[in-house]
């Protein structure tokens, strides 16, 4: 256990804690502030699975509206929701397919003229791994209250899921100009090795597409591991962190995953199509056999 220097906590190494049950440390800062830390074990998997992956189970929020997983507390996704329904508006909700099997619906919305004018013109449902943040809710910058990412220790091949996309007729930037390609779905799960205050990236699958599909499918996306070559696009690096080294990327153990589904793949820059609908379900991490 290492502490800033000046700080002092409850608990000293050594110390037995019985994870049995969540066990607490306190730590009391050099100006006396303190912070209690919970500590929660777990039975550790070489092919752990993200939770409520099936999207099965949504939660009914204080304001009325779902969110998915079993609770606030203890869910691992997060939604844009807690930003848009301010305006009313709710761009991803359960969809039920019957049979008690539900998935997620995200449809890019219009926020009408008011937020247009604030240059928020339209708002993309999206689904992350992650926590929405709603003390940092900026109305400029949709992906500031966003804190992506959940613990994962596994290294899968493949992530599977079951979409289907309509995209929407007329693709607009932020100031409503039409643009000359479709909107497009964005579909991508990030493998980082998070570890004293810096973040890598090791392993990257994405999917984007403007392709209609009308009736769920299967898609499988391969992880690739490592530094991506410049056969990939340039929106599958990083922007603010590198990659791990090319030795380690062959053994190295992730602490996080960071999974993304969004009807508009540009639409934190509120650029997207009214009406772009995506619906995916069941989304499982694939390992070598």
Do not use: C
Request: no cysteine.
């Amino acid at each position: 256990m290492e502490i800033s220097s000046f700080a002092t906590s409850d608990k000293q190494v050594g110390d037995v804690l019985d994870l049995n049950s969540p066990q607490e440390i306190q730590i009391t800062a050099e100006d006396g502030s303190t912070y209690v830390w919970t500590i929660t074990s777990f039975v550790a998997s070489a092919t752990p699975q993200l939770d409520n992956g099936d999207l099965n189970l949504w939660y009914q929020t204080p304001s009325n509206y779902y969110e998915p997983g079993e609770s606030a507390s203890n869910t691992i996704w997060g939604t844009g929701n807690q930003g848009t329904q301010i305006l009313n508006k709710l761009a991803t909700i359960p969809e039920d397919l019957g049979n008690e099997n539900l998935a997620a619906n995200m449809t890019t919305l219009d926020n009408g003229s008011l937020a247009g004018t604030f240059g928020a013109p339209i708002a993309a449902g999206s689904i992350f791994t992650g926590r929405f943040n709603p003390d940092e809710i900026d109305i400029s910058d949709p992906e500031a209250a966003i804190e992506f990412g959940t613990p994962f220790t596994g290294r899968p091949v493949k992530v599977r899921f079951k979409y289907q996309y309509i995209p929407g007729d007329v693709n607009k930037n932020k100031v409503g100009e039409v643009l000359e390609y479709p909107d497009m779905l964005d579909i991508y799960a990030l493998l980082e090795v998070r570890l004293g205050g810096k973040t890598e990236r090791l392993a990257t699958a994405w999917f984007r597409s403007s392709d209609v599909v009308e009736e769920l499918i299967t898609k499988e996306i391969e992880f690739t591991y490592g530094e991506l070559d410049a056969s990939f696009p340039d929106y599958m690096r990083p922007t603010d962190h590198g990659f791990v080294s090319e030795d380690s990327a062959s053994f190295i153990l992730p602490t996080h995953i960071t999974f993304v589904a969004s009807s508009s793949f540009d639409g934190a820059n509120f650029a997207g199509a009214i009406g772009s609908e995506l619906i995916i379900d069941d989304i499982e991490m694939v390992y070598e056999e």
